[in-house]
């Protein structure tokens, strides 16, 4: 058995019942195996991969707090610190019912490599709690929030652990959690990012994962002789990412026609009327049947199924695991030429692979969707400096790193003999660089 297998073998046995952390930690290490094989020899000696795997620590505990009835509630926090070799930990809260700590870990575990790729100093971390703030009153989610702070903000702080929105976490939750800080610390400073403009946050953030996301497609096109322009584009998800990519897309000359939720998916042949989907998204909070209600072009259909459109270009930009097997199948069989992804492992193992034997110019998320945790941390650079910048300043600079990112993964992917390959390369040059540090760091 190889160091790789072995260690996954370790991973597996360690973590029972973690599947999506199992399946990032085989994805990374096989992608690795080029370049652990050309260093085994020290790699094994420092224990790199299983340094790699294992968390600086894992913290879980209780968030009670009191609904508008006057009834406590009790949920489960987490925060996984997993490497803060390059920089501070750094990494979104997610609030769903779905989360556990193996999907911290997962997403945690990906966040590494992301942030290393950005060039910038900041380390791999994630948190969150199965805390639903969907339904729930203003006042609930407040009372969520300071509690939930109340507890993790031994862990955190502008130099140490820098958390950030994500699933479920949106500038109200950020605020409330920001707030509740200040409070119990008595210090003004950037330890959370996605805040509002009127105290330290960043222009250009809300857009940044979607608008970075079309960055780097529009260059993976660029370099491998196609343009964006004039294209179909079909986007999962109806939240910030998919919101901004969408409008990116139709910036850059391309046309979304696809949307989707939690329980239904719109096909609006004229394209998705951008403002339209941040009313009922962004302002009533509503479902995307309020949108085929409003606008006579477009299908609303129940369940699964913006894969099953024609297209040019796939975004996934919902959540992990959305585009399966079957999926890539209908996708290559309708001629799509690229997929990049918007959301943490929005495309299962088999899938990935299906579309990269098929052709498909394939971004990963850690690359593709890394514009979002960059922006954090120009956020948290303005923070530090007492000062904000333009939005033109911060868009510029996000698509600078995004370039940068697709340049370094595609470098990467030649060195090793896998050109083309982009989950490869990504994995590799996010690897390298966490790894000089870890050696010059020593144990």
């Known amino acids: 058995m190889g160091y ?54 894992q913290i879980m505990f209780r968030v009670p707090w009191v609904d508008d009835k006057g009834q406590i509630q009790v949920n489960r926090g987490f925060r996984v610190q997993f490497n803060n070799s390059i920089g501070p930990y750094k990494g979104g809260l997610r609030l769903h019912p779905s989360v556990n700590i193996g999907i911290i870990k997962f997403l945690g575990f990906e966040q590494i490599f992301k942030n290393s790729l950005t060039g910038l100093p900041i380390g791999g971390g994630k948190g969150g709690s199965d805390f639903d703030p969907k339904g729930k009153s203003d006042r609930e989610v407040m009372a969520f929030c300071k509690s939930f702070i109340t507890e993790l903000y031994k862990y955190i702080g502008a130099d140490e652990d820098v958390p950030a929105g994500d699933i479920g976490t949106g500038a109200r939750e950020i605020g409330y959690m920001f707030g509740q800080y200040k409070r119990i ?53 109806a939240g910030n990412v998919a919101i901004y990519a969408i409008q990116k897309a139709q910036q850059l000359g391309a046309k979304p026609v696809t949307c989707s939720d939690s329980t239904g998916w719109i096909y609006d042949p004229e394209g998705i009327d951008v403002e339209l989907l941040k009313e009922i998204k962004e302002v009533k909070r509503a479902r995307l049947t309020e949108y085929a209600a409003a606008r006579k072009s477009a299908e609303y259909h129940e369940g699964k199924g913006v894969w099953t459109i024609k297209c040019d270009i796939a975004l996934p930009c919902a959540t992990q695991n959305e585009l399966d097997i079957e999926d890539a199948k209908t996708l290559v069989a309708n001629g799509c030429f690229a997929v ?53 300043e911060v868009d510029n600079k996000l698509k600078g790193i995004m370039v940068n990112i697709f340049h370094n993964i595609d470098d ?21 660089k966490v790894v000089d540090a870890m050696l010059a760091q020593g144990v």
């Open 4 to 57: 790789v297998e072995e260690v996954y073998a370790k991973v597996v046995e360690k973590n029972p019942s973690q599947p999506e952390f199992h399946q990032a930690v085989k994805e990374v290490l096989e992608t690795l195996k080029p370049a652990i094989e050309a260093n085994e020899e020290l790699y094994r000696k420092e224990a790199i991969l299983e340094r790699l795997v294992e968390p600086d620590r």
């Open 185 to 237: 610390t008595g210090l003004y400073e950037g330890v959370l990012t996605g805040k509002g403009l009127s105290y330290g946050g960043s222009l250009a953030r809300t857009e940044a994962t979607g608008y970075g996301l079309l960055y780097l497609t529009e260059e993976m096109l660029k370099c491998n002789g196609k343009d964006i322009a004039g294209k179909t584009v079909v986007v999962s998800g």
């Open 340 to 392: 990049a992804e918007g959301a943490n492992m929005p495309t299962t193992l088999e899938a990935t692979k299906y579309l990269q034997e098929n052709g498909v110019l394939f971004a990963p998320g850690k690359a593709a969707n890394a514009g979002g945790v960059a922006t954090s941390a120009l956020e948290m650079s303005q923070n530090s400096e007492r000062l904000s910048w333009t939005f033109e």
């Open 412 to 432: 990467a992917s030649r060195k090793y003999g896998k050109e083309g390959d982009y989950v490869t390369g990504a994995n590799i040059a996010g690897f390298e």
